[in-house]
């Protein structure tokens, strides 16, 4: 499902958060993300699945922590566009790679909700099949996210997020995991 060397490097990323006492403040997420996205003159609307990791900088302030964090996701649901502007040469569009990296900044409203702002690095790859050809489209693009999450537990989040990067609007569900 996902690229084995990132799925590695994710798993090796957890193992050695696992293995110091940094583990504290790091957290592992899974989310669904659905994506608008204008590729090659192309739109979609596309679906992806994520896993990611994140460590909550300690700082003095109680209301407002940076937590760096990466996410890798792969697509879910297709798209059928058009190609050239006709109806009738059908594209299937799918997402290959779904990368993010971002830094976070949240602020704590109460005990067990709070907002957050992001700027990302993000690569999405796209490809575009038809008449037995297959080809992709990868882009690295800067964006930003905002959102908002709610702890039923010390260790858990619940977190809904709407971002934009490159021609691209997503609207993202999280289930945020804290050791």
């Known amino acids: 499902m996902f690229s084995n060397n990132l799925l590695r490097i994710f ?6 958060f696992a293995g110091n006492n940094v583990y504290a403040r790091t957290s592992v997420t899974m989310g669904y993300s659905d994506l608008s ?14 896993i990611g990791l994140a460590y909550e900088i ?6 407002f922590t940076l937590v760096p964090q990466i996410l890798i996701g792969k697509g879910v649901k297709n798209d059928t566009a058009e190609v050239f502007g006709f109806d009738v040469v059908p594209a299937k569009v799918s997402i ?3 990368l993010v990296m971002s830094l976070r900044g949240n602020f704590a409203l109460s005990y067990s909700v709070y907002l957050f702002a992001q700027p990302v690095y993000t690569n999405l ?9 297959n080809n992709s489209d990868s882009d690295w693009s800067i964006g930003y996210g905002i959102g908002a999450g709610f702890k039923p537990t010390n260790n858990i989040s619940l977190e809904v997020g709407y971002g934009k990067f490159d021609e691209t609007d997503s609207v993202t569900g999280t289930f945020r995991f804290r050791f």
Request: net charge negative; hydrophobic share 35%; charged share 20%.
């Open 125 to 133: 790859k796209v490809g575009v099949s038809n008449f037995g050809e």
């Open 37 to 50: 996205t204008k590729v090659q003159s192309l739109d979609a609307s596309l679906s992806a699945i994520t």
């Open 96 to 98: 290959e790679r779904y």
């Open 58 to 63: 300690e700082n003095t302030s109680t209301y």
């Open 11 to 16: 798993l090796a990323c957890i193992m050695g």
